[in-house]
T-cell receptor, first 114, second 115 residues
Framework: AQSVTQLDSQVPVFEEAPVELRCNYSSSVSVYLFWYVQYPNQGLQLLLKYLSGSTLVKGINGFEAEFNKSQTSFHLRKPSVHISDTAEYFCAVTRNTGGFKTIFGAGTRLFVKA | KAGVTQTPRYLIKTRGQQVTLSCSPISGHRSVSWYQQTPGQGLQFLFEYFSETQRNKGNFPGRFSGRQFSNSRSEMNVSTLELGDSALYLC??????????????FGPGTRLTVL
């Protein structure tokens, strides 16, 4: 069965510090990988995606992630965070099972402190 | 290009009632998926529709159903509402075809409260 594990439920960090949000997944078939951000009372916004090709993907707002197939990981990083990055971040994995099914991780709440 | 729209944004219902939620995807998108988001269970996949056909379904009881129209608009119905159905229901659309996939674009959600 497919699963997505976000290893940290909450990550507090000071402004301008680097951050890494961890995501591991399990799947026996090829997958597509995504990171989404959700601000309070809003829907989800795509940060970045891995569909194929280069394993290092860059997204919006200075975020990047690296797909590691051997470790089945897709960790999200940002070298310097801002107060405005405070939000919930979701890792998602999609696979084709005769239709596309997406499983989300439980989310990581990033809290950026001044 | 207009984003994914969901109506209504907020709903209050009582146990035993039924509810219909509506989703209008981005123009040109043929795939529509629905998710339930709760603090306890997080984001859970309900179903995916493509060209009016349900292609995939999550682990929800039969009280949860949906459909997609020829213009790709989708509706989700929940019958015999239970307190545990209180959640944010998110709709997402994608231009995924039968074999290729791209990212989903999410609507703002419908907040359903069951009393």
């Amino acid at each position: 069965a497919q699963s997505v594990t976000q290893l940290d439920s909450q990550v507090p960090v000071f402004e301008e510090a680097p951050v890494e949000l961890r995501c591991n997944y399990s799947s026996s078939v090829s997958v597509y990988l995504f990171w989404y951000v959700q601000y309070p009372n809003q829907g989800l916004q795509l940060l970045l995606k891995y569909l194929s090709g280069s394993t290092l993907v860059k997204g919006i707002n200075g975020f990047e992630a690296e797909f590691n197939k051997s470790q089945t990981s897709f960790h999200l990083r940002k070298p310097s965070v801002h107060i405005s990055d405070t939000a919930e971040y979701f890792c998602a994995v999609t696979r084709n099972t005769g239709g596309f099914k997406t499983i989300f991780g439980a989310g990581t709440r990033l809290f950026v402190k001044a | 290009k207009a984003g994914v729209t969901q109506t209504p944004r907020y709903l209050i219902k009582t146990r035993g009632q039924q509810v219909t939620l509506s989703c209008s995807p981005i123009s040109g998108h043929r795939s529509v998926s629905w998710y339930q988001q709760t603090p306890g269970q997080g984001l859970q996949f309900l179903f995916e529709y493509f060209s009016e056909t349900q292609r995939n379904k999550g682990n929800f009881p039969g009280r949860f159903s949906g459909r997609q129209f020829s213009n790709s608009r989708s509706e989700m119905n929940v019958s015999t509402l239970e307190l545990g159905d209180s959640a944010l229901y998110l709709c997402a659309s994608s231009w995924a075809s039968e074999q290729t996939y791209n990212e989903q674009f999410f609507g703002p959600g419908t907040r359903l409260t069951v009393l």
